[in-house]
């Protein structure tokens, strides 16, 4: 079983506009050891920039990129209390350059009345495309 510290999570705010990303202000340590990126080099950052950040262009889903800021501003809205949420599956670049992708589930979560996107990663692969195994997409579903 994965231990909580070893999980792959991202938090965000959703955006303060209708046009503005969500701004990065959580990563777990699972994150930080699988990016080679700390905290203080995110803070602030566009939530799904990071998720591609370095990524070949052509290996990028512009769509699933679209989805996930539409579904972060959705996030922002009180209206949006019982919103489903979304997943990708997208290639990402570490710190020193190598790639890896990753199915990323992004959800919205409440602390304390305020709204957030906490973003779960499972890596796929050390590839910027990865074959998903059957075995692999049963453990999904």
Do not use: M, W
Request: glycine share 8%; proline share 5%; net charge neutral.
């Amino acid at each position: 079983a994965l231990a909580p510290q070893d999980a792959l999570a991202l938090l965000a705010e959703p955006p303060a506009s209708c046009d503005g990303p969500a701004r990065v202000i959580g990563v777990s340590g699972g994150f930080r050891r699988q990016t080679g990126f700390e905290l203080q080099e995110l803070l602030g950052s566009d939530l799904v920039e990071v998720l591609c950040r370095g990524a070949p262009v052509v290996a990028v889903s512009r769509s699933a990129n679209q989805d996930a800021r539409s579904f972060c501003r959705a996030c922002a809205f009180p209206e949006a209390e019982h919103i489903g949420e979304i997943h990708t599956v997208q290639p990402s670049t570490r710190k020193d350059g190598s790639n890896f992708s990753s199915l990323s589930l992004f959800g919205l979560c409440r602390v304390r009345n305020r709204r957030y996107v906490l973003v779960v990663q499972e890596a796929l692969g050390d590839a910027v495309c990865v074959r998903i195994s059957a075995a692999k997409r049963a453990e999904f579903a």
